[in-house]
């Protein structure tokens, strides 16, 4: 991976520029749309090289394992129609592919003196399919829906969970202390949006990525499900529902209402649902146009890997900058003992799992929790001295803690969270790994989902020894070492690193310093070893060679192509070239 | 007869009575609810109400007989993973396409089966005996998915004879939506298994009946080959195909979540395992029923099966002794 460490430096600046001031965006918005009165439906700016508009036609796979009730983020975040999701309304802000927070239904933002109210304006003239007006009203409907206890949001932890940033009552609301009314989301006319924080946190705006919206009117009318019926669904996206049979099939054409951002150059698009361990067989028959990463098996990367077509159409992105490690109980022995810590971080021979297990394709060594890439991210891998592979180091640590040559260390039982064959093997290996440094027994435990996060939540932990991934929810820091603090589901304190986020986190006005400190807690994560990282995942998609489109196939500025995580002008971008 | 018929049918609502008791106490003793979130719980006051809103806040005792109190009217609640829609409705969508399925695959393992085994038997140790008997068993041996993969590789990715995946979707159908080219390959997968147990079982029968006494006085009678088959052979080799083939008919017609999930059908199948895994209570009550229902009728109806076939048979005699 070739990355630009100045370019990085600078596009995060940019995005906390973003945060702090009021951007127009009009510049930017004009490059990726055309005017309101060219938008048609479907084929919407087609290049010259693209099919007819009537074969503008996508087909993409949906796993038919999975346990899905809705397409709003709204109503159930884990439990969305995964690949025909968040279609139906456009965020207040998007993520252009350099991570930079750019307008999407906002078209500004500003925030007061104060640091904690933040208005968005939102653009003139955006409706609903049916021909409603889309108003601030829509959004605050929306964030009332969530937060009300009834509604038993699935996500209503991560507005606790980013604590100063978190919207202004929002934890008594969810905990029925006092009425949605009361949640720091205000519209103040139609096309202004408040939002109100519990604390000053600059990476709001970058938050606002998740603000998906419902219509107001729709969910009065029908409920939170009103989008499960063509009859009652109703678009402020670039799509519409037009077919509806989950397990099956679900098919969305364009809005010919849509008067956003990211207006559509497809027709339609077609979820086909199949088992995940055929998607790439359906790929190579010509079923289905698209196969996510995660669904492409060691054999298939195999075959991937020595197809000239199909290597150059598989586009490898940094996803949402996805970690596997393994998580202790550092609060009972043996991993109370730091040496037995860093006796596993130096025993994992991350090299060679990635190399055989994983495949260089799909990820690279980890020795931190940060992705490459991730702001805040050690790029110069000066922490690698801290968690690498070392066997005879390990060894060492080990004999410090009391077990020389492994002679007395408990059997360990390690849990996995209902993984998949894959990633089973890499646990399976990273287990092996520091068994057979360490002489010590490890067995890997599958266990179901909810057993695992049972077991993981609990306090005290019941879970001694586990291994997981974690990818970010938004574009900053305070997320992904966030997750670390003494109050998250980690049962690893360092009342050090604590506070050196929760400072970090409110910092405003000297990006460096927060910048540094953030470096400066990873650190002692790492050194600390609250875990022992593994692998960052690199993430991807395969393509038919005839998709195209500027949004995956151009490069952003650190040379990296495919679907860039937040970046939702895809769905407006992507087209059928006539090489079909 | 008929008295017969009535206490079995009572037998077999104590059956469903205990099997609603026994599933019922197994999934709420397993660790993880159906709303433990993956990445952070939900707050309690949220956790309280969707409790609420499907009754498990209540004790799992009185969870119970809410439940049966409205099974027993047809009710089974609403899916936790379908929350827009009923159980009732879901079962009654989705079984319906693994019925179709079923009884395809039913007709296509049984017929052939049967002619396989019958043909072997015949021909007992000859090379098309070895044949069939070495199909049946790489046929109950090799796993359907496996069996699935081969054919969708061959015959969809390799040959593009046939489309991998769909139920009544392909467009190329002798009957409206039925009877269509993307039938073949689920039914075939689906069928190897079975029909190398019919197979088995019918060549087996027919080889005992063939060799007993009653057999050869019809032949040294002077009847025709064809009537000795068809009126000591077969009638007689029934009653042990019926016992061991009848239990295969309530596996296939509650779907396989291996077939369908491999060939894109939206049917019951995967509902036994997915309602598990998610916890979805009134799912699993239900499909647990539904199975235990259908063993149930299926063993009564095989009973009733013996006493057409062997005139001997009297349901519910008394016994002479």
Not at chain 1, 103 to 122: I, M, Q
Not at chain 1, 506 to 515: C, I, M, Q
């Amino acid at each position: 991976m070739k990355l630009n460490e100045s370019k990085r430096t600078s596009g995060w600046r940019r995005f906390l520029k973003y945060s702090k001031k009021i951007v127009g965006g009009t510049t930017l918005l004009s490059a990726l749309c055309l005017t309101p009165s060219a938008v048609l439906a479907g084929g919407h700016g087609l290049p010259k090289d693209a099919a007819p508009a009537d074969q503008q036609v996508l087909r993409v796979p949906c796993d038919n394992t999975r346990n899905e009730v809705t397409f709003d983020f709204a109503v159930a975040v884990y439990q969305r129609y995964e690949c025909i999701a968040d279609l139906f309304q456009d965020t207040l802000v998007d993520l252009d592919k350099d991570f930079n927070v750019i307008p999407a239904s906002a078209e500004s933002w500003s925030v007061d003196a104060s640091g904690k109210v933040w208005t968005f304006k939102l653009r003139e003239g955006l409706q609903w399919s049916d021909g409603t007006p889309l108003t601030a009203a829509d959004y605050e409907a929306t964030f009332r829906y969530s937060a009300d206890p009834s509604s038993a949001w699935d996500f209503t932890w991560f507005y606790s969970f980013i604590g100063a940033g978190g919207i202004k009552n929002w934890s008594k609301v969810i905990a029925g202390e006092m009425p949605t009314s009361a949640l720091g989301i205000r519209a103040v006319d139609d096309l202004t949006l408040e939002v109100e924080t519990e604390g000053v946190f600059p990476p709001l705006p970058g938050v606002m990525k998740f603000a998906f919206l419902l219509s107001k009117k729709a969910l009065e009318a029908h409920g939170p499900y009103y989008n499960n019926d063509p009859d009652t669904s109703v678009s402020a996206g670039p799509y519409v529902l037009t077919e509806f049979d989950p397990g099956n099939r679900i098919v969305v054409e364009a809005n010919p209402n849509y008067k956003g951002y990211r207006p559509a150059r497809l027709q339609r698009i077609e979820g086909i649902y199949m088992s995940p361990a055929t998607f790439f067989t359906a790929f190579q028959q010509g079923e289905v146009d698209t196969v996510p990463y995660e669904r492409l098996t060691p054999a298939d990367f195999k075959v991937i890997e020595s197809d000239p077509v199909l290597k150059n159409n598989y586009l490898r992105h940094f996803g949402d900058f996805r970690t596997d490690y393994l998580l202790f109980d550092t609060y009972t022995a043996p991993f109370n003992d730091l040496n037995v810590r860093k006796a596993f971080a130096y025993a994992l021979d991350r090299d060679a799992i990635v190399k055989n297990v994983y495949g260089e394709i799909k990820a690279m060594p980890a020795h931190s929790m940060l992705m490459p890439g991730y702001p805040a991210s050690d790029t110069k891998g000066e922490l690698k001295q801290y968690q690498t592979f070392d066997c005879p180091k390990a060894k060492k640590h080990l004999a410090d803690a009391g077990y020389p040559d492994g002679k007395g260390f408990p059997a360990q039982e390690m849990w996995l969270r209902g993984e998949g064959p894959a990633m089973s093997a890499v646990y399976q290996a990273s287990a092996a790994s520091i068994a057979q440094c360490l002489n010590i027994k490890i067995e890997v435990s599958n266990k179901d989902g909810k057993v695992y996060m049972d077991a993981l939540n609990a306090k005290p932990t019941q879970l001694t020894l586990g291994a997981v991934s974690y990818g970010m929810d938004f574009l900053d820091p305070a997320n992904l070492l966030g997750i670390w603090v003494s109050s998250g589901r980690h049962s690893w304190t360092n009342e050090k690193f604590d506070s050196m986020v929760a400072e970090a986190s409110n910092l405003v006005g000297d990006d460096k310093k927060r910048e540094q400190m953030f470096r400066d807690a990873q650190k002692i994560l790492v050194d600390d070893v609250g875990g022992v990282f593994i692998a960052h995942r690199w993430q991807g998609d395969l393509f038919k060679p005839y998709v195209q489109g500027d949004s995956f196939r151009v490069p952003d500025s650190n040379g990296i192509s495919g679907k860039h995580w937040g970046n939702d002008w895809y769905w407006g971008n992507v087209y059928i070239s006539n090489a079909k | 007869m008929l008295g017969y018929i009535c206490g079995r049918i009572l037998a077999l609502m104590m059956i469903l009575l205990a099997v609603s008791v026994i599933v019922f106490s197994l999934m709420h003793s397993v660790p993880g609810g159906p709303f433990d979130e993956r990445k952070g719980r939900l707050p309690p006051a949220a956790k309280a109400n969707i409790l609420k809103k499907y009754g498990l806040d209540q004790p799992v005792w009185k969870q119970y007989i809410n439940y049966m109190s409205h099974a027993v009217r047809f009710d089974f609640g609403i899916p936790y993973q379908r929350p827009h829609t009923t159980v009732a409705k879901l079962i009654g969508k989705s079984w319906a396409i693994t019925v179709q399925v079923g009884l395809t695959t039913i007709v296509v393992a049984f017929g052939f089966g049967i002619l396989a085994g019958i043909y072997a038997a015949y021909h007992q140790n000859s090379w098309v005996d070895t044949l069939v008997t070495f199909v049946s068993s790489l046929g109950v041996t090799v796993p359907n998915f496996v069996v699935a993969m081969w054919l969708i590789l061959i015959f969809a990715v390799s040959l593009d004879w046939l489309p991998m995946g769909g139920w009544g979707s392909s467009g190329q159908c002798l009957i409206d939506k039925y009877f269509c080219t993307d039938w073949i390959l689920p039914v075939v997968a689906y069928a190897i298994a079975p029909m190398a147990i019919v197979a088995r079982y019918t060549r087996a029968s027919i080889v005992e009946v063939m060799g007993e006494d009653y057999v050869r006085t019809a032949r040294a009678k002077g009847l025709s080959e064809v009537k000795v088959m068809r009126k000591h052979v077969f009638r007689n080799a029934q009653i042990p195909m019926v016992t061991a083939l009848g239990t295969e008919i309530p596996n296939l017609i509650t779907g396989s979540i291996f077939i369908e999930s491999t060939f894109r059908i939206n049917g019951l199948g995967k509902y036994f395992v997915t309602s598990t895994l998610n916890r979805d209570y009134p799912m699993i009550m239900a499909t647990f029923l539904l199975v235990a229902f259908l063993w149930g009728i299926l063993y009564l109806l095989t009973d009733i099966a013996y006493t057409m076939i062997d005139p001997r048979v009297r349901l519910g005699a008394k016994s002479l002794s």
